[in-house]
């Protein structure tokens, strides 16, 4: 019979466990169980997949409705149908002018403006967390400005004796702003703040000269339609454009979820990146250069289509967290789904008349811009 220690207990070791019998192996304590190895809680994985195949189901819904919406009378089985037999799965037997409605003049747009949202979003959820501002947005390189000087110089000035489309021109004129804020910010020292400076010096610049261009050169007629496409306008597009942004949009978004985990490390500031084993030189010109593309090519499309950088990131951290990983699949498709349904109202709202997107968003990205100086605020 086992003796006792003074005091009644029975032989335990710290903390009255049962002492091991002589020859077994004590075991560690078993430390206690995470959701995940960020500390993240339990379900965040499932949470992130039933957002993505959520959003993925609602932006085709969007998509094969927003499509239905206008003067001619389309339901959702016809824009079905007419995808389907241009995709070679069957055929349809909508009549030669639906199908032309659906399929070139609707279906294009409505594409485009899904890739608009979904690059934009995408853009401005890293120039926020690279620059650590969350007031940031695709624009604030003056990739803008630029691409407004580069299409007013080509329709109003005639660069290029009509060899040279509109696009293109926007697009060459976002790429020499972007170089210059490259150029400016490299010989201010390089760091965040004089980034961003460095995009307010070009954007004021470029549109400078976008005013002195149109107010010396153009004709009331010209000057309308240049403001009309600097204010974001969609009308006109066709299955090039779809197809050129679409892709610039692919490449560029796996771009950035190569760099989630970096972009999660930024957050903590560029000492912490680079004690993290970040060169952080390199991954901001990556990034830079590879949002400064995206953005050019989106809006040598549609014009520059604000707030929808500014505000979507913002909605869908809310949804996500921080985590770059689960954060840039789901703004990208919130991005999507709103801009299809902006267009959607931009085109109908004051039928046959219609609104520049850039308008629509602004009515509803200034409420929530000042929502987010709030909070900012509040939180600082």
């Known amino acids: 019979m086992e003796k006792s220690p003074p005091g009644g207990e029975p032989a335990s070791g710290s903390g009255g466990a049962p002492r091991p019998a002589p020859g077994d192996r004590a ?18 994985a499932p949470l992130a997949v039933l957002l993505w195949a959520g959003g993925v189901l609602l932006l085709l819904l969007s998509v094969a409705v927003a499509v239905t919406i206008g003067p001619a009378r389309i339901s959702v089985p016809d824009v079905w149908s007419a995808v389907a037999a241009h995709l070679g799965f069957g055929s349809s037997d909508l009549s030669p002018i639906r199908d032309g409605i ?12 899904a890739v608009c949202g979904a690059g934009l979003a995408v853009c401005g959820t890293v120039m926020q967390s690279l620059l650590r501002n969350p007031l940031a947005d695709p ?40 170089g210059l804020v490259l150029l400016l910010s490299h010989t201010l020292g390089g760091s965040t703040d004089r980034v961003v400076l460095s995009g307010v010096a070009a954007m004021q610049l470029f549109s400078a000269l976008t005013s002195f261009v149109v107010m010396t050169s153009a004709d009331a007629e010209q000057t309308r339609g240049v403001l009309f496409w600097l204010l974001g306008s969609l009308s006109g597009v066709g299955w090039s454009e779809v197809a050129v942004c679409a892709a610039v949009l692919a490449g560029c978004l796996t771009v950035c979820l190569a760099h989630a985990r970096t972009l999660d490390a930024f957050a903590f500031g560029q000492d912490a990146a680079a004690a993290l084993g970040v060169n952080v030189a390199r991954t901001r010109i990556v990034l830079l250069c590879t949002t400064a593309l995206l953005t050019a090519a989106l809006v040598s499309a549609a014009g520059a289509i604000g707030f929808v950088g500014l505000v979507l990131p913002h909605a ?8 770059h990983r689960r954060l840039l699949p789901v703004t990208a498709l919130a991005g999507a789904v709103f801009l299809v349904w902006v267009d959607t109202l931009a085109r109908t709202v004051l039928d046959p008349q219609e609104v520049p997107v850039g308008v629509v968003t602004a009515l509803i990205g200034v409420p929530a811009f000042v929502l987010v100086l709030y909070r900012t605020r509040s939180t600082s």
Request: proline share 6%; charged share 10%; net charge positive.
């Open 27 to 44: 075991l560690p304590p078993r430390p206690a169980r995470t959701g995940s190895r960020s500390g993240a809680p339990r379900g965040g």
């Open 102 to 113: 659906i399929w070139n003049l609707r279906m294009p747009r409505t594409l485009l403006a």
């Open 139 to 178: 624009f604030v390189l003056g990739v803008s400005s630029g691409a407004s000087t580069g299409a007013v110089v080509v329709v109003v000035l005639g660069v290029g004796g009509g060899a040279v489309s509109l696009s293109a021109g926007a697009f060459v004129g976002a790429l020499c702003s972007f």
């Open 316 to 323: 869908a951290r809310a949804l996500t967290g921080s985590g």
